[in-house]
């Protein structure tokens, strides 16, 4: 169990990584169908990360990353939903029996709270999140749509100027 526990867990945050999303994903996908919920998925990747770890070093990266892992693990509900880190500074945040509506909520929130956020005292570093949302109701999708569906609206987010939902 321990094994497994780290085969799924990211070293550097401790909450799950693409692995996990790869193997649960696809079960809470079929659960949402089964029980017709539906299924909210947030993906969320860090603005300027670069740029902090070129002009900071990448222990103040690595304390951006724990840092924002902190506010979207205190702003899921733990029992339902679930947060991984889908690479580099790219996390997945997947919200089961969630509407879209509740979700851009939950979405908003971890924006503004992650805003707020200094990375150190020493330094007064801030950053901010760009997220893409979408949701499951009627029409099923696999996995890898699910993911591609929001990643290309946190994408669009991007280039909307960041620093925001879509």
Same mark, same amino acid.
């Given at each position: 169990?321990?094994?497994?526990?780290?085969?799924?867990?990211? $070293?550097?945050?401790?909450?799950?990584?693409?692995?996990?999303?790869?193997?649960? *994903?696809?079960?809470?996908?079929?659960?949402?169908?089964? $029980?017709?919920?539906?299924?909210?998925?947030?993906? *969320?990747?860090?603005?300027? *990360?670069?740029?902090?770890?070129?002009?900071?070093?990448?222990?103040?990266?690595?304390?951006?990353?724990?840092?924002?892992?902190?506010? *979207?693990?205190?702003?899921?509900?733990?029992?339902?939903?679930?947060?991984?880190?889908?690479? &580099?500074?790219?996390?997945?945040?997947?919200?089961?029996?969630?509407?879209?509506?509740?979700?851009?909520?939950?979405?908003?929130?971890?924006?503004?709270?992650?805003? $707020?956020?200094?990375?150190?005292?020493?330094?007064?570093?801030?950053?901010? /999140?760009?997220?893409?949302?979408?949701?499951?109701?009627?029409?099923?999708?696999?996995?890898?749509?699910?993911?591609?569906?929001?990643?290309?609206?946190?994408?669009?987010?991007?280039?909307? &100027?960041?620093?925001?939902? /879509?």
């Amino acid at each position: 169990k321990e094994l497994n526990e780290r085969v799924i867990t990211d $070293e550097l945050t401790g909450i799950y990584n693409r692995r996990y999303i790869d193997e649960r *994903l696809p079960s809470d996908i079929v659960r949402s169908i089964i $029980e017709k919920k539906p299924l909210s998925v947030i993906f *969320l990747d860090i603005d300027n *990360l670069k740029e902090i770890n070129d002009r900071y070093g990448h222990l103040y990266g690595d304390r951006t990353i724990q840092n924002i892992v902190s506010v *979207l693990s205190q702003h899921i509900q733990a029992e339902n939903d679930w947060v991984a880190r889908y690479g &580099g500074d790219e996390f997945f945040v997947c919200l089961n029996n969630t509407p879209v509506q509740a979700a851009r909520q939950i979405a908003e929130i971890i924006r503004l709270k992650i805003q $707020e956020l200094l990375i150190s005292n020493d330094k007064e570093i801030s950053t901010s /999140v760009s997220m893409g949302v979408h949701t499951m109701d009627d029409a099923p999708l696999t996995a890898q749509e699910l993911i591609t569906k929001a990643d290309e609206k946190m994408y669009q987010a991007k280039q909307q &100027g960041k620093n925001r939902i /879509v």
